[in-house]
């Protein structure tokens, strides 16, 4: 029986596959942007679960929008359609470029359904040779085959070849690198606005423009992932408005959630199309209860308080991480929009991220890494402002901490 089971981070190790290292305290509550382990002690968190909950831990509007559908319905599949389901494709249409919305799970499978809608694209609009996709190196764009393939760090593919073929990787920020990839053969170009796992690194406005003209002379689709630099994260409500440059798919998952499991691609009616009957499909997409949540994430993050909060709160964090700066000098730079922020470490701490994070943790408060030399920022989008300040607080204490060891 459940009752019995001693549940701890020990029980980790001897029943989870591998392939996580969690940290060694286990959350059982959140409520806003702060958590509780299971010795009731209290961190405020500035990870957001990896950019995810934009909206805080149990945000009454999610609470709401979750209990309400919960005794509604759950899950037809897409035998038949669904209201909730409906009006977040209305309401994403409606806020965005695009006309038609697919919905799946995760931000990998929105990736994998916007690749596998540029290949279709290719095959049936030229030929089965038009099926190249050129990616940037030290992308990330999840982690089914298909999107590690595209996906722009090679630790990521290792031991798992053969892979799909048809991808070439240059430059990001190097719009020459990228040129020299691109051909008649190419059905799209990726990219993320703002490099999220590859270290927090915002795409110059000229790149993306340049990328947005490749695609266009070579018929070949614009692919902008912005599962990270999304749903509001960046004081757009997408990355691409804050650019003003529009792709021809754009892929979206986590803060859209808000915490429950959710991707979406978004396309424009030109190439919807080739996602015809039967070509693709998900079981769980577009399910009743996780539209229903992510309508209720959607209605609140894309007000103008939450975005414009979003760009308030981005500016108290780089007056605090300068300070920070002045107290230690352990950064080189301070990167990223809104509240996707990368504070690269100097080079005494390269290889140390993860060791400000740890002390972080141990101190009362929740920071990721982007690589071993970035520390991340993806809090939730209304963090209040006094959780910010402690947080710094603690913080300071971690750094001190690592500094001293
Ligand atoms: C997290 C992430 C993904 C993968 O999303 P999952 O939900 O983990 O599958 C894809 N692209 C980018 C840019 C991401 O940050």
Request: aromatic share 8%; hydrophobic share 40%.
């Amino acid at each position: 029986m459940a009752d019995h089971i001693t549940v701890s981070r020990d029980l980790f190790d001897e029943v989870m596959v591998p392939n996580y290292a969690p940290g060694p305290i286990v959350p059982v509550k959140g409520q806003g942007s702060r958590v509780w382990d299971q010795e009731g002690k209290e961190y405020i968190d500035f990870a957001g679960g990896i950019a995810v909950t934009a909206l805080g831990h149990c945000h009454p509007a999610m609470v709401k929008a979750l209990q309400d559908q919960s005794e509604k319905l759950w899950h037809v599949a897409n035998v038949l359609t669904n209201e909730p389901a409906l009006r977040l494709a209305k309401k994403l249409t409606d806020l965005t470029f695009a006309d038609k919305v697919f919905f799946c799970n995760s931000g990998a499978e929105a990736n994998e359904a916007a690749f596998k809608l540029a290949r279709r694209y290719g095959y049936d609009r030229f030929s089965e040779q038009k099926n190249e996709i050129v990616s940037c190196k030290r992308s990330f764009h999840g982690r089914t085959l298909f999107t590690v393939s595209v996906g722009g760090q090679l630790k990521y593919r290792e031991g798992f070849t053969p892979a799909p073929e048809g991808i070439k990787h240059g430059e990001f920020n190097d719009l020459e690198s990228i040129r020299a990839l691109v051909g008649d053969n190419t059905c799209a170009i990726v990219v993320e606005p703002i490099q999220g796992e590859g270290g927090i690194v915002p795409a110059d406005k000229a790149f993306l423009e340049g990328l947005r003209q490749l695609a266009t002379d070579h018929q070949a689709l614009l692919v902008f992932d912005e599962v990270q630099s999304g749903a509001g994260r960046t004081g757009s409500l997408y990355a691409y408005q804050h650019y003003g440059v529009t792709p021809d798919i754009l892929t979206t998952a986590k803060a859209m959630g808000g915490g429950i499991p959710i991707g979406a691609m978004l396309v424009s009616d030109a190439y919807a199309k080739h996602l015809a009957i039967g070509t693709h499909g998900s079981t769980y997409g577009g399910n009743p209860l996780a539209c229903a949540v992510a309508e209720a994430v959607m209605d609140e993050i894309s007000s103008d308080a939450v975005l414009s909060g979003v760009r308030q709160k981005h500016q108290l964090f780089k007056e605090h991480f300068n300070q920070l700066q002045s107290e230690f000098d352990v950064f080189t730079e301070v990167r990223g929009e809104g509240l996707l922020l990368g504070i690269e470490l100097a080079e005494a701490w390269h290889g140390k991220a993860k060791d400000f994070v740890n002390a972080a943790l141990q101190e009362g408060v929740m920071i990721l890494v982007a690589g071993p030399n970035v520390l991340r920022f993806a809090p939730s989008l209304i963090i209040p402002d006094e959780d910010i300040q402690e947080g710094v607080n603690r913080l300071r204490r971690a750094i001190e901490r690592v500094v001293a060891a």
